[in-house]
Every structure is written in C-alpha cells, then in structure tokens.
C-alpha cells in the first residue's frame, strides 16, 4: 500500500493536525520582512534573462544583495535551445622557435571531468559575451564586444605565462551538432565538416 | 460591500496564518542534516578539484584576470566580492584553499557546524566570484545549498557536533529539539528548488527545440557534453520528442505538483531519471547529482530518519530508536516533521 507524503515541509502526517508556531509576533514579523525581500530576489536573476523591463527596475535595487550572494542566475539550463558548442584553439609561439598547440577543453588532459568542465566553460562563456548579432558581417567576421576582447586577452595573457611564449594566437572553434538524419546516414559527431574556426586574435607577451 | 469585507478579512487571516505554519513551525533537523551531509560532500569534492588547477584558475596569471572579471558582470562586479583578489602569493592562495578544504570537511562530518556552515558559504562565494567564466549550474545550486545551511541548524542531526553533545543520566541521547530555523532553511531551499525549474522550463519554453521535441537529441548529440553515446536515439525521434516534453513539463510544472502528497512522490521520483540522465549522458554527473540533493529538502524528516536509521548497526542517533533506548521527545503535533507515535 501507497505511503504518501505529507503536505508540509517537516511533513507531519495529518494534514489537518494543529500546528504551534514559534518566536513572538515581532521576530516573526522581522523574518518575514527579510525572507519577502529574499523571495523576490529569487525571481530577478530569471526575470532579467533575457533583459526585461521590471527585471532591470529590480535589477537596479537588487544588484548588490545578488551579486553579493550570489544569486543572479537566469536558470535557463539548456534554455531557449541546445545549441552548438565552442572550444578555443591556440598556438604559442617560444622565443627558441618551439609552436605548442593545444585545446580547451580537452578530454585527454583535463580530468576529471568536472576540472573539463571547467575548461569548456571558459569558452562558451567567450561566446556568451558576444554583442548582439551584425548582420553586416558573417560568422566569421563578427565584431568582439569589449567583455569578449577582455577575456581573449586574458586568456592569451595566461597562456604566454604558462608556457613561456612570446607569441599567442587564439581560434574560436563552432562544433555544429549533427541532425538525426546525418547520423543515421553515418556521419559520426566528429565529422570535420561540423566544425568551422575563426581567429580570436594575436598577442605578444 | 459586507461580503467584500468580509472575504478581504477571512483572505489575509488565512494568508497569515498559512505564511506563519509554511515558515515558522518547528521541524526535526534530520533532513537539513542529511541535506548537509551530501551538499558539504559535494562542496568538498568540487573544491578538491580546483587543487589541480588552483594557480591556473586562482593565481596571478590565471585563466581570468581582475579586468575580465569585472567586464563580465553587472556593475562592473563591484559587489561580487572575493577574498582571491587580495591573495598575491602562490603560499597564501594555497593556504586559503587548504584551509577552504578543512572547512568544506569539517561541515561534511558535521563538526562546529555553526560556525563552520557560515565560512563554507562565504569560501564557496569567494572562489565562485573569482572565476565566473568557469561556472555552471553546479555552482549555483552548491552556494544555493550552501547559504540555507547557515540559515538552520544543520548539524543538529547525523553530525560529529550531535555525537559530542554529552549524553543524558540514563546513558540515552534525545532526539533534536525541533527547530524553526532548521524549517526556515528547509522551505527556503524547497520555493528555491521551485523557482528554479520554473524558471528553466520557461527559458526552454522560449526555444523551438524544446516544443518540438528535438531538444533531447540535440542534448545527446553534442559531443563535447556527451560521456555516453546515446545516438541511437536518432532512429528513434518519437522518443527522443517524449523525454524532451516530460522534461519540460515536469519542470514547469514541479513548482505546483511537489506540494500536494499525492503528487510529491511522482515529482521526485521524476527527478531521478531527470538529473540522472544529465549525469550520465552528459558528463554533468555533479550537476545532475546536486540537483538531487536539492530534491532532497523536499524528503520529510521521518522518512529521512526512518531510512537511515533503520540502516544504522552501529552506535548514534539510530541505535536507540530501534532499540528502545532513545529518549524520544514527546510527540508532539506542533512539530512539523514529527513521526507520529504508532
């Protein structure tokens, strides 16, 4: 026979059953104050993403309670759609001639997994930095905004210094996800005709 | 005009009333325990991996510098502090961590938890702060976790602090008072855990691919995500269009149906296949497990003691109460989260 699980947080088992509550009417009343303005905390990092009036009105309040505590999220896991992923490729040049090429991220050197993930956010939160799309420019030769600019020269800073470069180049790497069709007709999802790159930038330590 | 009054008044004296018994109504600390037990685990595990990569993330020349970091949010970031920024040297960065650790450990095993709990949050926010191009959802939901735990007395129960507490003349320990800090924690947690799959299904809502149904495919096919390959799923587009729209309504609707006892049950066991899935197929096993704990505030505590302790052979909380040598409190139908007596 079914146990079902009763209605209230704690879950005593009678619904109906009398609750006590506790603290005086004045501590209740403080907390209650405070936990209305947590509440609607929880609801302006959604309602800001995407940009929304109200969420920006909130935004100008909230801003430093969210950022504080961290809690200016959006939520929006794998929302509005699934869509490609991005890896950043690069070669550093060393002042002896050597060319090291690497990838991030990288399966084969970033483990465990969740140091991988790591690796992968760092470049697609490159591309979630981008400025509202230019239809004067393609794919290739779209404009960086400044937050993109600043995190390419951060992580090309990073790479000279690991390294020991004097020269790094940066590639930004589009991996399009295959359509069901192209799979069953045998395409596999490392297909190279899935993949399409544009330079990042150049920089010298 | 009578009527009017009258429904206004009966109106905000059940809405008070009903506000003070969701918030303010003592609850046994068992299932903010176990919630503390796993989310300080995971806090631990997540922490214990930057150690790989610590100067690469958190030194001077990582991977984000102080200008990216501040190009990267609102307001330039000004209030998104973090105590990595006045760390200049490799000792003190490795100093800070270790000590980071030990925090995140002791709030695991559930040792000065009171204490412990507010540094675990303020390290999770410190080291979350200093890296936000490296973050997921893992993050979010560990500082979420994380935050409440300070909030309610979470090693009130299957804690090293529960097993210090001396133990009574008669050689018995009682069980924890109830708490309506431990409630407070636990319902913050639950509207938390609503908000959020509200908000993820109207995100998904926006998008073609998850009111057509592709979505699910076009999950599994993204290779730099995938741990397991689920590509067969291309020759069955039916299926993969069904767990794309039970994914989506379970979220959208989770916020409503986790509520009532008849539908709790079904909404989280929804979850496990849910984050499972996420975990399995998509290499987010940390994120799909989180997700789980969160779930978790949702278990009453009779059931999170009736689980555990049915489990325990040994010494602690357990032993007495299928023994008999458990002070039980008495019952009491004040206490939210109190198992009734048989």
Redesign the interface.
């Known amino acids: 026979m079914?146990r079902?699980?009763?209605?209230?947080?704690?879950?005593?088992?009678?619904?109906r059953?009398?609750?006590?509550?506790?603290?005086s009417p004045r501590v209740?009343f403080i907390?209650?104050l405070a936990?209305v303005w947590?509440?609607v905390a929880?609801?302006v990092g959604?309602i800001s993403?995407p940009p929304s009036m109200l969420g920006e009105r909130l935004?100008s309040i909230y801003?430093?309670?969210?950022?504080?505590?961290?809690?200016?999220?959006?939520?929006?896991?794998?929302?509005?759609?699934?869509?490609?992923?991005h890896?950043v490729r690069y070669v550093v040049e060393t002042s002896d001639g050597e060319r090291i090429e690497g990838t991030f991220?990288d399966r084969k050197t970033h483990r465990?997994?969740?140091?991988?993930?790591?690796?992968?956010?760092?470049s697609e939160?490159?591309v979630g930095?981008a400025g509202p799309w230019d239809p004067r420019f393609d794919w290739h030769n779209q404009p960086l905004s400044?937050?993109q600019e600043?995190?390419i020269?951060?992580?090309a800073?990073?790479l000279l210094?690991?390294h020991g470069g004097k020269r790094v180049t940066l590639y930004l790497v589009e991996?399009r996800?295959?359509t069901?069709?192209e799979?069953?007709e045998g395409m596999r999802?490392?297909d190279s005709q899935l993949y399409r790159s544009r330079k990042l930038g150049s920089f010298e330590s | 005009m009578q009527l009017v009054r009258q429904y206004l008044r009966e109106a905000g004296e059940g809405g008070r009333d009903g506000w003070n018994r969701f918030w303010f109504t003592p609850a046994d600390p068992a299932t903010l325990g176990l919630v503390r037990v796993l989310a300080g685990a995971m806090l631990l595990y997540t922490h214990m991996v930057w150690t790989l990569d610590l100067p690469d993330f958190f030194g001077g020349d990582s991977w984000t510098s102080s200008h990216a970091a501040s190009m990267a949010l609102p307001d330039s970031g000004r209030f998104a502090w973090s105590y990595f920024w006045l760390i200049k040297s490799p000792a003190a960065l490795w100093a800070a961590h270790i000590a980071a650790l030990a925090v995140f450990a002791m709030l695991t095993l559930g040792l000065f938890t009171r204490v412990v709990s507010v540094l675990a949050y303020l390290a999770a926010v410190s080291y979350v702060n200093r890296v936000p191009g490296s973050l997921f959802g893992l993050d979010q939901i560990n500082c979420m976790l994380a935050m409440y735990l300070m909030i309610g007395p979470s090693g009130a129960a299957y804690s090293l602090d529960r097993l210090r507490l001396s133990r009574a003349a008669d050689g018995t320990r009682g069980l924890a008072a109830p708490s309506t800090s431990a409630n407070l924690a636990i319902r913050l947690m639950q509207v938390h855990m609503c908000v959020i799959y509200f908000f993820a299904a109207l995100g998904k809502l926006r998008g073609d691919s998850w009111w057509a149904g592709d979505a699910m495919w076009l999950s599994v096919a993204n290779l730099e995500y995938q741990s397991w390959d689920v590509t067969w799923l291309a020759r069955w587009p039916l299926l993969s269009a069904i767990t794309t729209q039970i994914t989506v309504y379970w979220e959208l609707f989770f916020c409503v149906l986790v509520w009532p006892r008849l539908t709790r049950p079904i909404m989280l066991a929804l979850a496990v296949p849910v984050h499972l899935g996420i975990a399995l197929c998509m290499g987010m096993i940390t994120f799909g497990l989180i997700m789980l704990v969160g779930c978790l505030s949702f278990v009453p505590p009779w059931l999170v003691r009736q689980c555990i302790e049915r489990r325990q052979k040994g010494a602690g909380e357990g032993r007495g109460a299928h023994t008999g040598k458990m002070r039980r409190r008495p019952p009491s139908s004040a206490v939210s989260g109190g198992r009734k007596s048989a």
């Open positions: 079914m079902v699980i009763p209605d209230s947080a704690g879950g005593d088992e009678s619904p059953a009398p609750t006590a509550v506790s603290w209740r907390v209650s936990l947590h509440l929880l609801l959604p993403s935004q801003a430093p309670y969210l950022q504080a505590a961290y809690l200016n999220h959006g939520y929006k896991f794998f929302g509005p759609d699934p869509g490609p992923s890896l991220p465990p997994r969740l140091l991988y993930h790591r690796h992968f956010m760092l939160f490159l930095l400044k937050s600043a995190y020269e951060s992580y800073h990073h210094a690991v991996h996800l295959a069901p069709q799979v069953i999802l490392d």
